[in-house]
């Protein structure tokens, strides 16, 4: 399975952009699924996931801020993210989370940039 995000730029802070990841095959219908991001110097962090059944969580930072979504016709998941802060520049990817590891190797990430 090959997962590859898109999306990214740079925006200003307070400003909004969607990403999307796209798979190869039919996965986020079968399995829960999560948006991760690798700031500079700093570990991956898992930021938000959707499970089989629509239910969503986030890390506290992102609350009230980014949503996440499916389209299991187009295998594809979507972060919506607005009011962006300088602290969300990472690099984005999303994989499908086993435990504390995921179930398959990291596909090309999107960078976000938050700067003025």
């Known amino acids: 399975v090959q997962l590859q995000a898109s999306g990214g730029g740079l925006v200003q802070p307070g400003g909004s952009l969607r990403l999307a990841c796209a798979a190869s095959?039919?996965?986020?219908?079968?399995?829960?699924v999560g948006w991760y991001r690798q700031a500079p110097g700093k570990q991956r962090e898992l930021v938000a996931a959707?499970?089989?059944?629509?239910?969503?969580n986030y890390v506290d930072s992102v609350k009230g801020r980014f949503t996440m979504s499916r389209d299991n016709v187009k295998n594809s998941v979507y972060l919506q993210m607005n009011s962006l802060k300088s602290e969300d520049t990472a690099v984005y990817y999303c994989?499908?989370?086993?435990?504390?590891?995921?179930?398959?190797?990291w596909g090309q990430g999107t960078l976000v940039t938050v700067s003025s």
């Open positions: 994989n499908v989370p086993i435990g504390d590891k995921v179930r398959y190797n």
């Open positions: 095959t039919s996965i986020f219908s079968i399995y829960a």
């Open positions: 959707l499970t089989r059944g629509g239910s969503t």
